[in-house]
């Protein structure tokens, strides 16, 4: 990136961190959204990790709640379901508690034995026989869309690239009208969002909700055709989902469209980023591409995209010497524990050729552990290898605007330049 760019961008980063070293613990409350749309949330967890990895943080605009810092606590959670519950009933799985009168659960927001039925159904989407079935589709759509992209002259890596190459996936995963596929992006990112006000999130349930009724239309269709191997039509044709509930329906789709749009899109666009701000790994990776097979893990870990995931204590508890009480909502921060240098080895560089690129915590570990693990790294590798067989070098030449929240962590816009 460019000097003065570099130069505003440190000293932002130095007022951060004098504030996260400098304000008592106790005022601590790292799910602020705004500090990801800043980028300043990295010293607060750094001090949590060194100080005090469980903390609590007795009121926010989300309430209170108790963040899990290091990786091995985060661990400890996720293998415990017993314990720390993941149910929509009880707020569900991010730090913003699922609101009662519109909670949509979703098998990643429950517990067995519900959420192995309904998580199985989906799971031959992404097994190796299928994902070899699209791997032609995600090579020659991303020939095309990196073909199209101008030269010498700036434009919006996310929109041109990173959303448009997730959306076309989704489409091809739900067989989904193609004229009409960002209407996925838009769903996806109204139900992430954080309303201003009690108007405005009135209005996001409402779209939502037409959202539940395009998909029950495609869902109709389905229910009244031969099985077929998308997801729709896996679920109009299993047991575990036939039967759901107009909630329970929504909340699935919701949760499908967010875990394929996200993971992929954000770490498409932090890729970019992290090459330019360690131009070293570049070189690396312009002088051997076949590091690309190692640096998609590590862009994985390195951009987080869903910075934490929530559960909700059902008894009291240990967990790193301090007391979880019953009912206590315990935030897991993947993108804390992503940077435990306990952990991992200089884990605030970005590495990609790291020995060991695949421990991380970006999809979740244990019975919640992310289904489509496979086709997003595949997606990555496919997408970089046909950016590295057609540009030298993707240049950014300007800050990333970030997403206001602290669950998915995005960007809006990367402004990007490739020579002619």
Known sequence: MHGAIDRAENAHQRAARDRAWSI?????????????????????????????????????VFGPYCSVT?????????????????????????????????????????????????????????????????????RERAGQVLDRLPRNETFDWVDRVSIELTTQMLATLFDFPWQERRKLTYWSDLATSLPPTPEAELKRQAELIECGDY?????????????KSDLLSMMAHSDATRHLDSHNFLGNIILLIVGGNDTTRNSLSGGVLALNQFPGEYRKLRDNPALIDSMVPEIIRWQTPLAHMRRTALQDAELGGKQIKQGDKVVMWYVSGNRDEDVIENPDVFIIDRARPRQHLSFGFGIHRCVGIRLAELQLKIVWEEIMKR????????EPKRVYSSFVKGYETLPVRIAG
């Not at 998909?215 to 099985?227: S, V």
Request: aromatic share 12%; with cysteine.
């Open 215 to 227: 998909f029950a239309g495609l869902w109709n269709e389905r229910l009244n055709a031969p099985p």
């Open 24 to 60: 008592p613990l106790e005022q601590f409350d790292p799910g602020d959204p705004e500090l990801f749309r800043s980028d300043t949330f990295w010293p607060y967890f750094e001090r949590l990790r060194k100080q005090e990895p469980i903390h609590h943080c007795r009121d926010s």
């Open 391 to 398: 540009f030298d070098h993707i240049e950014v030449v300007g």
């Open 70 to 138: 290091k990786y091995n606590d985060i661990m400890s959670v996720e293998t415990n379901h017993h314990v720390y519950s993941s149910a929509a009933v009880f707020g569900g799985i991010t730090i913003r508690d699922a609101d009662v009168d519109f909670r949509r659960p979703s098998f990643i927001a429950m517990d067995p034995p519900t959420h192995s039925a309904q998580r199985k159904t989906v799971a031959p989407m992404f097994t190796p026989t299928h994902l070899d079935q699209l791997t032609s589709i995600i």
